[in-house]
């Protein structure tokens, strides 16, 4: 695995058990989230992008289960490790912040007390004065003044309960960090410094930031890297400058194209027809063929694979594979 690698996922799967049997919400996903990058990973909802990320971590509870593939983490495959030790191993390396803090901190604690908890459970020997210390170090490179350090999370504004979640992912200095939806709950403009914040401790931290997002326009305003899930499955991924200004799989050129531009002289916003399908029973092969303006006969025979189309860029689509030879007369035909 190369050095600046801090995760990498391998044909990762993840299947929740629905009435109907099994179901598949992450299909044989691959991603890698490099040292002192955001990598902003996109998709309607529904796409299995907050299963992926909580399967980095691997968070999935019963009645789901990770079914295949490896989750290489600076060279652990995290796989392999039990339950005990994965619990270690994610307290001290990823930190995750999700959607609404209010329900990541306990309303009867104070701020204080789940930074020192953070600390003291992964590293006892630290005393409680030290623990102190290093709260308040940490709040304060947040922009938070350790005099709030006493108060309950619902004594502070959404925006600093989510800095108060980064601080908690930094505490034990992890490499890498899962942010789920964290904007969602946020103003614009605390949105607008919150990214920010991310941004420069990525930089200043070496961190690796997995943002998980249906905001579009926001992984075009923050990501280094773009990956786009559609149906639990990756549809594409590379730099964000390639992803938008030159986006491959039909389905990003949809996404892309619904992002209101002031630029353009179009009234109506474009509207992708259909909607994400129902992973109970998902459409065969290229999930995304009854949606799709470029459907070829194959695309709804035979799954292409998520692979290189030029550079960096990868995608899992049709129109840039080679077609088998059984298709190959009927995609002369086709619309692409
Ligand atoms: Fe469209 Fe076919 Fe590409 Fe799927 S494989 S996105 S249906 S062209």
């Avoid at 309950?152 to 789920?180: E, F, K, T």
């Avoid at 579009?216 to 773009?226: T, Y």
């Avoid at 916003?269 to 909607?275: D, F, I, N, P, V």
Wanted: aromatic residues 6%; charged residues 25%.
């Amino acid at each position: 695995m190369p050095d600046d690698n801090v995760i990498r996922a391998e044909n990762l799967s993840v299947q929740y058990k629905t009435r109907a049997g099994w179901v598949s919400a992450v299909d044989d996903v691959s991603l890698e989230i490099r040292r002192g990058e955001i990598l902003g990973l996109v998709g309607e909802s529904g796409c299995g992008k907050s299963t992926l990320g909580k399967a980095l971590m691997r968070l999935i509870r019963h009645p789901a289960r990770i079914t295949n593939g490896h989750i290489w983490f600076q060279g652990i495959d995290l796989m392999t490790l039990s339950d005990n030790e994965m619990r270690q191993f994610r307290g001290r390396n990823i930190g995750m912040i999700f959607q609404d803090p209010m329900t990541s901190l306990n309303p009867i604690q104070r701020v204080v007390e789940h930074l020192i908890e953070t600390i003291r459970t992964h590293e006892p020997a630290v005393s409680d004065e030290d623990a102190h210390a290093r709260a308040a170090d940490l709040v304060d490179r947040l922009g938070i003044s350790a005099n709030r350090l006493d108060d309950y999370p619902h004594q502070l504004s959404g925006g600093m309960r989510q800095r108060v979640m980064i601080s908690l992912a930094l505490a034990l200095n992890a490499d890498l960090i899962i942010a789920d939806e964290a904007t969602t709950s946020l103003d614009v403009i605390v949105e607008a410094q919150f990214v920010e914040l991310l941004q420069q401790l990525c930089r200043d931290l070496d961190l690796a930031i997995l943002m998980i997002t249906h905001n579009i326009g926001l992984v075009a305003e923050v990501a280094d890297r773009v990956a786009v899930m559609y149906a639990g499955r990756m549809a594409e991924m590379g730099s964000a400058c390639d992803v938008f200004k030159e986006p491959l799989h039909p389905y990003t050129q949809g996404l892309l194209k619904a992002v209101p531009n002031i630029h353009l002289e179009e009234d109506e916003l474009y509207k992708m027809e259909g909607s994400p399908p129902d992973l109970v029973s998902p459409p065969p092969a290229c999930r995304f063929h009854p949606r799709c303006p470029h459907m070829m006969p194959v695309c709804s025979k035979v799954q292409p694979d998520f692979e290189t189309a030029r550079g960096d860029h990868r995608t899992a689509c049709w129109l840039y594979q080679d077609v088998p030879a059984e298709y190959q007369d009927v995609r002369e035909g086709s619309k692409a």
